[in-house]
Structure formats: structure tokens, C-alpha cells
């Protein structure tokens, strides 16, 4: 129990520590990079809960994928660091303020007795976090599982739609005919009469 | 044996003794990799007709530990204007994943570090955060050429880890588990039970993909030496250098250690089923011809030597044909083969479904 309990408070020390970094640091990318860090992290608080499903999960999705994209866009901005600090007392009430009443908002929600928090009990050896949360999937909740992967789907087409316009003078390639060309295309031999 | 050796290390606390295998672990796979850059050499020297580094120690043996050296007392250069703490962690970033991955990987059926359910999610996992190192490494650098090139890596890696995991799916619906002990049992049989003859087109994508992954040739446009000198680390220097060099081979290494474990039967023999069982049991030959972790360490060597071939084969793939090939034609193939597999299912085709 107490190892469990110092790994816990150690990676909550990180967690709660790079939070406060990603939204104080000047640096963009300084500030994804402790928020890979957050995700990481709270995986790891996952994995104590026994769930590693989830935590494996959000290391794969999130810092394997979505924050690589964020990385991606953050690092071809052109940042201009006095420019970006000038808004910070200005933004800082209404940020604030906002904070003040995200927290008190969780506080109350989180004291209702359905929220009634105890402590997870241990499971067995043989309990298997990924089959459980499958089995749950597909027979109870595969409705709105289903309905989650067709909203994900419009939204992709919806936004492959937004990018993609035929540019009309843009010159392309195709792989296709290029690997399927033959001598007879390309070469042509003529007979010329010396002169 | 095992039971001598389980006697001797009875009074060390098991937590240790964990701590300890892994640092013996640690040090053969570097030792490996090291050796796996002079295997590289020497390969690419014979397919191109020449002999490829044979002066330092009997037949270039001693090359990596010369080249090690070299590169240790070489300068750390720090680029103008760089990030100084981030450019010294990226060469780590990309090192770590590699490492960490090995972790689940079983190497007989009774030998590995962790046997955990989610074995299969936990590589896919690791592999993905390789990508961190490179695009660091060119962020951090301050340099347009190694932006260019990690630019090009997070794409290439982000399009071919999403056919890597379709031919992931495909491996996971046929064993019916995420535990990588699990999946190479249900492979049991003979070699025509594993899974690359069911699932050959997921096989051949895992293969791609995976060469993709670790940006070997012909898909390594991020270092493109003809394009933009060597990609994401041409501001390192010394042992900076070295560390993404070394993180390549153990990528490397790694890759072919899964695609022997998923679709070659891992630590199985491929003489099971095919010559009489009586054989097995014949004193040293049977231990030599039957399932262990030799075979295993045989087939990841195997597909090692595949990589440095097709190094020697391929000219590089243009960005566009890299893209394409990954997006247009390795992703629809896992797509439909899922599908196929699907169907093999739901008939419970022997002898791989059943």
C-alpha cells in the first residue's frame, strides 16, 4: 500500500507540476511537450487503477497520434514571444475567473452522492481490463458506440471535404500510368538517311 | 539448469533480481545493436561487390567498438540559437521507446520480463513515441534542413503506423488476444499454421510499414541525404549522433522481432508437425530442432537481414509515392483483408480459425 500510494503522489507531483508548466511556459512547443508529458502521466495514474486499457489507450491515441499533429502545427508557426506575452495581465481575470468557476462547478458535482468516491477495490490476477471493457462495448453500449464511429466518419468526410479543391492549372502525377508504361510509349526509333 | 539457477538467486529480493536481468538485457541489445551497424556494413559491402570495413580486429570485428570510441570523444556541437536542454534529450527520446518495447516481448514460452494482457496495445504504444526524438531533434536544432526532414518523418510515421495497426487488428482477430504469449500459441501447429499464409497481404503491409517506421530505406526520405543532407540530426554531432544511429538499428531490431513473434510463429519450431514428434526428444538434436528461444532470435535475424537487403535493392521512394503507397494502396489492403479474415471467421476455416 505504501508503494502504491508514494508512485501514485509521485506521478500526481508530475502531473499537476507539468499542467501548471504547459500554461505558463513562453515557448509553444515547450507547451506541448509538457502536455505529452501531462497525458503520460495521468496514463500512468490510470495504470495504478488497473486500467490499462485506458492508459495504454491514451498514450497510443493521444501522444502517439493527436499530439503529434499539434507538434507538427505548433513548430511551423512564427512565433513572436513579446507579442504573445502582451495579452497575459490583460487575459488574467477573465481567466481566472472562468478557473474559479470550472472549480467550484467540479466541487459540486463531484460531492453529489452518485459521485460517492471509494476506494477501487483490487481485482482478481486473472481480470482482464481490455476484455471487460470489450464485452461492454458490444453488447450493452453498442449503440452509442456505433453512433460515436458514424459521427467520427462525417466528421472526417466533412473535413477531407473542406481541404480538398480541384486546382485547375496544378500539375500531377500518377503512379499508376507512370509504373505502367511501356518501351513502346516512350522510345520511338527512327531510320535516317546519312547525309 | 533452471531449477540450479533458481536456487542460487532464492535469497535476492525479486524486484532486484528483475532490476538486474533487465540491466543484462539492456546491455546484450546494445552489444546487438552495435554489432547489427557492422552486420549492416559488411552485408551492404558484399552485395556491392567489395568487402565493406575488415581492418579493425579479426575480420572488422572490433569496428563498432572503434567507431563507439570515435564517436565518444568526438564534441558535441550546440547549434547557434538552439534549444539547448531539448537537443540534448531528442537523441534519448528516440532511443527510450525502442528499449522500453522489449519489455513485453516473450522470448520462449516461459522466458519474458512481463506477461501482460495488453501486450500487443503496449507495443503499438512504444513504437508510436519514436516519432517524438525526430521531430524534436529538428525543432530543436534551429536549422531549415532538419525541420524539413522531421517535418517529412511525422507524416511518413503517422501514415504508416495507421496500416501497421489495420495489420495489428487483423493479427489480434485471428489469435483472439492481445498477449503476445497468447498470440504465438495460438500459431501452434506447423509452419503452415502461423499466420503469414492466412494473413500474407497483413504481413507483407506489417513488413512495409515497419521498414517505413524506422525510416530505412527506400522510405527514408527524412534523412535524404541527396534532398537535405541527412534530415532531422545533421547538427549532431558525436555522441548525439550516435544515439539516433544506434536508435535506428534498435528500432530495427525490434520490428523484426514482432513481425517474427506475429506472423512467424516467434519461438516455434518449423519442423513441428512436419517431421515425427519422436525427434524432439532425442538428446541435443531435439532441443537444437524443437521450439526455443534460438529459433526465435534465428527469425528476427532473418528479417534483420531483410532490411539491410532490401537497403541494397531499392532506390528511394519519392514523398508523394511514399504517401501514396502508404495511403492508397498498404491501407486499403488491410481493409479488405480484415474483411476476408471476417468471413474466415465466421466459416471457422481450418486449420488457422478453428
Not at chain 1, 58 to 69: E, K, P
Not at chain 2, 349 to 354: C, E, H, K, V
Request: aromatic share 14%; hydrophobic share 60%.
Amino acid at each position: 500500500m505504501l508503494i502504491q500510494s508514494t508512485v501514485f503522489y509521485f506521478f500526481s507531483a508530475i502531473l499537476v507540476a507539468s499542467a501548471l508548466a504547459m500554461i505558463s511556459v513562453r515557448n509553444p512547443v515547450h507547451a506541448v511537450l509538457f502536455l505529452v508529458l501531462v497525458f503520460f502521466t495521468s496514463a500512468a495514474i490510470w495504470l495504478l487503477l488497473e486500467a490499462e486499457f485506458l492508459a495504454i489507450t491514451l498514450v497510443l491515441v493521444y501522444v502517439g497520434a493527436v499530439m503529434v499533429l499539434f507538434l507538427f502545427v505548433v513548430m511551423m508557426l512564427d512565433i513572436n514571444l513579446a507579442k504573445m506575452r502582451a495579452g497575459f495581465a490583460r487575459y488574467l481575470p477573465v481567466g481566472l475567473l472562468v478557473g474559479i468557476v470550472m472549480a467550484v462547478e467540479m466541487a459540486v458535482i463531484l460531492s453529489r452522492p452518485a459521485f460517492d468516491l471509494q476506494k477501487p477495490q483490487a481485482k482478481p490476477a486473472d481480470y482482464s481490463n481490455t476484455q471487460e471493457l470489450g464485452e461492454l462495448l458490444f453488447t450493452e453500449y453498442i449503440y452509442p458506440f456505433e453512433i460515436a464511429g458514424v459521427i467520427l466518419l462525417v466528421a472526417i468526410i466533412a473535413a477531407i471535404t473542406l481541404t480538398m479543391h480541384k486546382r485547375t492549372r496544378a500539375k500531377r502525377q500518377s503512379p499508376a500510368r507512370q509504373v505502367s508504361a511501356d518501351r513502346a510509349e516512350r522510345v520511338r526509333l527512327v531510320s535516317m538517311d546519312k547525309e | 539448469m533452471i531449477d540450479w539457477w533458481q536456487s542460487l538467486v532464492a535469497p535476492f529480493p525479486p524486484l532486484l533480481l528483475t532490476m538486474a536481468y533487465m540491466l543484462v538485457f539492456i546491455l546484450v541489445l546494445f552489444a546487438c545493436v552495435a554489432y547489427a551497424t557492422l552486420a549492416e556494413r559488411r552485408v551492404l559491402g558484399f552485395m556491392q561487390v567489395r568487402l565493406g570495413p575488415n581492418r579493425v580486429g579479426p575480420r572488422g570485428l572490433g569496428q563498432p567498438i572503434a567507431d563507439a570510441l570515435k564517436l565518444m570523444f568526438k564534441e558535441m556541437i550546440l547549434p547557434h540559437d538552439a534549444d539547448r536542454f531539448l537537443f540534448r534529450t531528442a537523441p534519448l527520446l528516440s532511443m527510450a521507446p525502442a528499449i522500453a518495447a522489449w519489455a513485453v516481448i516473450p522470448f520462449s514460452e516461459h522466458l519474458n520480463f512481463a506477461d501482460i494482457n495488453a501486450g500487443l496495445l503496449y507495443i503499438l504504444a512504444m513504437t508510436s513515441l519514436g516519432v517524438y526524438g525526430v521531430i524534436v531533434a529538428g525543432w530543436a536544432s534551429n536549422s531549415k534542413y532538419a525541420l524539413l526532414g522531421s517535418l517529412r518523418s511525422a507524416a511518413q510515421i503517422v501514415a504508416y503506423e495507421i496500416a501497421m495497426g489495420f495489420a495489428l487488428v487483423g493479427v489480434l482477430m485471428a489469435s483472439g488476444s492481445l498477449n503476445l504469449g497468447d498470440i504465438v500459441m495460438e500459431q501452434q501447429g506447423s509452419i503452415f499454421n502461423w499466420y503469414w499464409l492466412p494473413l500474407f497481404p497483413l504481413f507483407l503491409t506489417y513488413l512495409i510499414a515497419g521498414i517505413a517506421e524506422t525510416n530505412r530505406a527506400p522510405f527514408d526520405v527524412v534523412e535524404g541525404e541527396s534532398e537535405i543532407v541527412a534530415g532531422f540530426h545533421v547538427e549532431y554531432s558525436g555522441m548525439g549522433f550516435a544515439m539516433f544511429f544506434l536508435a535506428e538499428y534498435a528500432n530495427i531490431i525490434l520490428i523484426s522481432a514482432l513481425t517474427a513473434l506475429l506472423f512467424l510463429g516467434g519461438w516455434l519450431s518449423p519442423l513441428e508437425g512436419i517431421v515425427p514428434a519422436s525427434v524432439f526428444h532425442l538428446p541435443v538434436i531435439g532441443a537444437l530442432l524443437g521450439s526455443g528461444a534460438h529459433w526465435f532470435v534465428a527469425k528476427t535475424c532473418f528479417f534483420i537481414f531483410c532490411f539491410l537487403w532490401f537497403r541494397a535493392t531499392f532506390p528511394r521512394y519519392r514523398y508523394d509515392q511514399i504517401m501514396r503507397l502508404g495511403w492508397k494502396v498498404l491501407l486499403p489492403v488491410t481493409l479488405v483483408w480484415i474483411v476476408v479474415e471476417g468471413v474466415f471467421l465466421y466459416l471457422q476455416l481450418p486449420p488457422w480459425f478453428d
